[in-house]
């Protein structure tokens, strides 16, 4: 993948975004060891400490080859925004060693390149009020109720977003769109970056995403899931991790192994191809490598 790329800026830090199981943080390490850098990571799940294996995660090994950060350093439990994400990565782009951020949260990149609205944290009561809804198939109605401009900014069949842009309403008076439009200058315009967005073939990326997935429960992840089935609830913020409803469902004998790999992998097929519309609709400026 890496001969693949021509006139890799010496200087300026490099973001690398694609579809789940597209080999981002291969090339991450890739470019790390050929010119130096540390990686830093932009995936809203991986940032949990609790799945490492089905989160894909760099391994150990991978981390005593290159520095790494924000990579599992947040409890399972906390409901951790694109705000703490930029708090926490914005201290490393000053640290003079350049980084390489890598992920396939298309949000966290936006952004970081063009600015996020300092909107005021989720009302606790709104937040129960909120999962609530959820749990009561009530989404649609909470979509009814975001006014037309978030709509449109949005996407409409993310229960996450959705919810999200409801409770920005409901909490502060203003829509998700009038906060974004007030939005204050990028920490890290995409000018000043060497981006690099990778465009993988369906077809080529969905035998990866299956074959990933066995190699996961090949490398631990029914392990994992046995640690973590005990305080198993499906409302965590970490409980989001592909795969991880279906291996707990495995353990408490409702799902077949067969039946939970089927599900996790069409699970992760249609999250890739949510990632792939976000990147499109959002991410034009970014330098194409087509794979494979």
Excluded: C
């Excluded at 409901?79 to 201290?91: E, F, I, M, N």
């Excluded at 300092?118 to 909120?130: E, S």
């Amino acid at each position: 993948m890496l001969s693949s790329l021509q006139n890799i800026s010496k200087e300026l830090p490099i973001l690398i975004a694609g579809p789940t199981a597209s080999g981002k943080s291969a090339l991450a390490g890739e470019l790390a060891a050929k010119y130096g850098g540390v990686i830093v990571n932009a995936d809203a799940l991986q940032v949990f400490s609790d799945w490492r294996v089905l989160t894909a995660r760099p391994t150990a090994a991978d981390e005593t080859q290159h520095q790494h950060h924000l990579y599992g350093h947040v409890a399972g439990d906390f409901a951790y925004s694109v705000g703490h994400w930029l708090r926490d990565v914005t201290p490393l782009l000053t640290t003079g060693q350049r980084p390489i951020i890598v992920g396939g949260t298309g949000l966290y990149f936006t952004a970081l390149t063009q600015g996020l609205a300092d909107i005021p944290p989720t009302a606790p009561d709104i937040r129960a009020l909120g999962d609530q809804k959820i749990a009561a198939g009530e989404l649609g109605d909470m979509l009814d109720e975001i006014d037309p401009d978030t709509r449109a900014r949005i996407d409409t069949k993310n229960p996450v977003r959705i919810q999200r842009a409801w409770e920005v309403w409901r909490t502060t008076g203003k829509s998700l769109a009038q906060w974004q439009d007030s939005t204050p200058p990028p920490v890290l315009p995409l000018q000043n970056t060497h981006p690099i967005l990778l465009n993988a073939d369906k077809d080529w990326l969905n035998q990866r995403i299956a074959s990933r997935f066995d190699a996961m429960l090949s490398g631990g992840a029914l392990d994992e899931a046995r640690t973590n089935a005990p305080g198993w609830n499906p409302a965590l913020p970490s409980a989001k991790a592909i795969g991880a409803s279906q291996l707990i469902q495995y353990l408490a004998g409702t799902l077949s192994l067969d039946a939970a790999r089927d599900s996790a992998t069409i699970a992760t097929r249609q999250y890739a191809k949510r990632q792939r519309s976000w990147f499109r609709a959002r991410m034009a400026g970014w330098s194409g490598l087509n794979l494979p």
